[in-house]
């Protein structure tokens, strides 16, 4: 059992090094040309500075731990919508309808990149969003700048129907269909992130995914709490109906549970409820295991025990 303290660090540092990565993989078409135009740390040098050519060898030092460094750069690429770690290919399960959509096929490196994100939602539910999802941790930011404010302005707390992501998928893919799979930049937030870094530091341009960034911060900020999590992004919701039934998720010891206390509500950035025994959607961010005043939640695998969703609840 981790300590809610535990999983909010842990899931801080995870989102963290989500963004380097996502850094050092706009940084890697650099080194590729590089590598392909020169294959020379001198020449790089003289062609792009100083600078770049410790990055340069810098790369060219860690990569050639693990074999030859061009076919090693090589293994490794792309964004949020398809990654390729040490050859290991990760595909995002929205990026995979699209494609199914449009082209009516998916190469089977494609389908095979599935296989991660899915059986970590089988798993443990939506920890996407909590532990990997490089735009919650800008919400999640938001969301502890709008608590203080708070203090001194008025926000209110606006909710939509949950199935209000779906639409976001349904309408987002029929605009692929006619437009191409460009929409998502727009729609995705993690996919507006990763967007905007690989425009800024490979090509050193403002990419137009920045903006929805922007539209989607205000929302969070000015709607409600981590607003886009709960309503807008269509892959949490994907996602949390695939984990509905994940084997690991928040558990409650009702008999140390306090009747009428509501603090894991409360506190909740998915606006589930603990203290009724709701988990669907939930994320594991531990923030109901810092507020709960017994210590009576906890991260354990469910079992024997039918989770309740929220519709349920009503």
């Not at 940084?27 to 590089?34: D, P, Q, V």
């Not at 976001?168 to 729609?187: E, K, N, Q």
């Not at 409360?266 to 988990?279: L, W």
Request: glycine letters at 8%; charged letters at 15%; aromatic letters at 12%.
């Amino acid at each position: 059992m981790r300590s809610g303290y535990t999983c909010l660090i842990v899931s801080i540092i995870t989102r963290l090094m989500v963004v380097l990565l996502l850094c050092y993989l706009a940084f890697m078409t650099e080194y590729l040309n590089f590598k392909l135009a020169h294959n020379n740390a001198r020449l790089v040098e003289l062609s792009a500075g100083k600078p770049m050519r410790i990055f340069y060898e810098q790369t060219e030092k860690f990569f050639s731990m693990f074999g030859d460094p061009l076919e090693t750069a090589q293994k490794n690429g792309g964004m949020t919508w398809s990654i390729r770690i040490m050859g290991v290919p990760f595909t995002d399960p929205v990026s995979a309808i699209s494609v199914l959509a449009k082209n009516h096929r998916m190469e089977i490196g494609f389908v095979l990149g599935l296989i991660g994100p899915l059986a970590l939602a089988l798993v443990f539910g939506r920890v996407f969003c909590s532990y990997i999802c490089s735009a919650s941790l800008l919400f999640f930011s938001i969301s502890r700048l709008r608590r203080l404010l708070l203090k001194w302005f008025y926000f209110p707390e606006w909710s939509l129907n949950r199935g209000f992501a779906w639409g976001v998928l349904i309408g987002g893919t029929l605009v692929c269909l006619a437009f191409g799979h460009g929409i998502w930049s727009l729609l995705l937030p993690y996919f507006a992130v990763g967007q905007t870094v690989f425009h800024g530091l490979a090509f050193g341009t403002l990419s137009v995914s920045f903006f929805s960034i922007v539209v989607f911060s205000i929302a969070d900020l000015l709607l409600g709490k981590q607003f886009t999590c709960r309503y807008l992004c269509p892959t949490g919701r994907l996602l949390g109906w695939i984990g509905r039934r994940s084997l690991v998720s928040i558990r409650r010891e009702a008999p140390r549970c306090l009747e009428n206390c509501n603090a894991c509500a409360d506190i909740c950035p998915m606006r589930i409820k603990p203290n009724q025994d709701e988990t669907v959607d939930c994320s594991l961010c531990g923030e109901c295991m810092i507020v709960c005043p017994t210590k009576c939640l906890s991260i354990a695998p469910i079992i024997g025990k039918r989770k309740v969703t929220a519709g349920s609840l009503k």
